[in-house]
């Protein structure tokens, strides 16, 4: 079965802090990609990624980067945490070249900044 | 651009009542189209998808949707509401065309269901 895997459900950091959020995927598959949710706003895509080293920024970029150094797994990065960036975080995937194949999320994570 | 309208950000309906959850694309393409659903503390979860194959499209859990060119819409549908329903539904389009992979999603719509 088609599995995506987010590294913590719940994460609590500092004002300033770096913040890794790691998602990994079992499927295969060429495209990962990062959202944001946030009540009344919906999924907004942070960053999404084609390929291993590639990446192409979303709707909503800034303060954030990726990396994505092996096909499985792709990681949200926040240089430095501030509290607007309270969220849940999810990753999806889906095959390349596939545009009517759906996105495949994770659970999310619940980022919490102090 | 690629938008989605999601009318009604909360719908509250009675156990074994029509569920009807309205969504209005706009695309200058042939669009695809999906409606995923989140229970609480998950990840969203595929119901069904439109992509030109047939107009009435049939997904998981008993719901349905129709894609209506003439209207742009793609409304979802359930003919009897069940407690286990209760979920945040969200609308997504992308276009069949051009480099684009991404997903726009509507805003969501919340149901709540009532016994």
């Known amino acids: 079965d088609v599995k995506v895997t987010q590294s913590s459900r719940y994460l609590v950091k500092r004002t300033g802090e770096k913040v890794f959020l790691e998602c990994v995927q079992d499927m295969d598959h060429e495209n990962m990609f990062w959202y944001r949710q946030d009540p009344g706003l919906g999924l907004r895509l942070i960053y999404f990624?084609?390929?291993?080293?590639?990446?192409e920024k979303g709707d909503i970029p800034e303060g954030y980067s990726v990396s994505r150094e092996k096909k499985e797994r792709f990681s949200l990065i926040l240089e430095s945490a501030s509290t607007n960036q309270t969220s849940m975080y999810l990753c999806?995937?889906?095959?390349?070249?596939?545009?009517?194949?759906?996105?495949?999320f994770g659970d999310g994570t619940r980022l919490s900044i102090l | 651009a690629q938008s989605v309208t999601q009318l009604g950000s909360h719908v509250s309906v009675s156990e074994g009542a029509l569920v009807l959850l309205r969504c209005n694309y706009s695309s200058s393409v042939p669009p695809y189209l999906f409606w995923y659903v989140q229970y609480p503390n998950q990840g969203l979860q595929l119901l069904l998808k439109y992509t030109s194959a047939a107009t009435l499209v049939k997904g998981i859990n008993g719901f349905e949707a129709e894609f209506k060119k003439s209207e742009t819409s793609f409304h979802l549908t359930k003919p009897s509401a069940h407690m286990s329903d209760a979920a945040e539904y969200f609308c997504a389009v992308t276009l069949s065309g051009g480099s684009n992979y991404k997903l726009t999603f509507g805003k969501g719509t919340l149901l709540t269901v009532n016994p």
């Open positions: 990624s084609y390929d291993v080293k590639m990446k």
């Open positions: 999806a995937s889906s095959l390349i070249g596939a545009r009517n194949q759906p996105q495949h």
